[in-house]
């Protein structure tokens, strides 16, 4: 795992070189380059440009996926439109994900990727629900089914670059949304 003040650091290189360049034309010695430090100094930290990318878009999107409001589809709604706001940078960092195949060094953090995605949507669900339940009597696998819903989807968005818009993709994920809100207000059964 790599630390968040690593991250940020790896987050604001990245920013600059993939305005100019596509994700799959970075390499770890261009990075030492502009981040001036050396190559064992890069393993130390980050371990592979995979590995570096899969954490780097995991954090980004644990954090513009917000479910502390009252409303859960105001939550996606912020999630999907960074995405598409952040579109290159995003499908740059896919791209330098998939540039590493066949490489060793984070392969097996970059095979997770989807399901630490996953992952990380349930979790979210779940919390918002526990948080804002009338009764605390939901259903976790009606929520993990809901979950898993809405990551398809957004699988599907991003295997695609992301081509269709945020309206569209949240319009998708419509009916798993109302399910999450439907075990909100779920009433206990005496």
Not at 21 to 50: D, Q, W
Not at 58 to 70: E, G, I, M, V, Y
Request: charged share 25%; proline share 1%.
């Amino acid at each position: 795992m790599i630390t968040s003040i690593k991250l940020l650091e790896a987050n604001q290189i990245l920013a600059q070189v993939l305005d100019s360049e596509r994700g799959s034309e970075i390499n770890v010695k261009k990075f030492c380059k502009l981040a001036a430090c050396s190559r064992p100094t890069f393993y130390a930290h980050y371990g592979s440009m995979r590995q570096l990318s899969a954490e780097l878009l995991l954090k980004k999107l644990d954090q513009h996926l917000h479910f502390a409001t009252s409303d859960y589809s105001n939550g996606l709604k912020r999630l999907l439109t960074y995405m598409e706001k952040d579109r290159c940078f995003i499908l740059n960092l896919l791209a330098l994900i998939d540039a590493e195949k066949g490489k060793i060094k984070g392969k097996e953090f970059a095979a997770r990727f989807p399901q630490k995605v996953e992952w990380l949507l349930r979790k979210k669900t779940v919390c918002y629900v526990d948080a804002h339940s009338v009764s605390g009597d939901y259903s976790i696998k009606t929520l993990n089914n809901a979950a898993h819903i809405i990551y398809a989807i957004l699988y599907e968005w991003l295997a695609e670059g992301l081509q269709l818009s945020a309206r569209d993709v949240y319009d998708r994920c419509q009916l798993a949304i109302e399910i999450v809100e439907e075990q909100t207000s779920k009433k206990a059964l005496l």
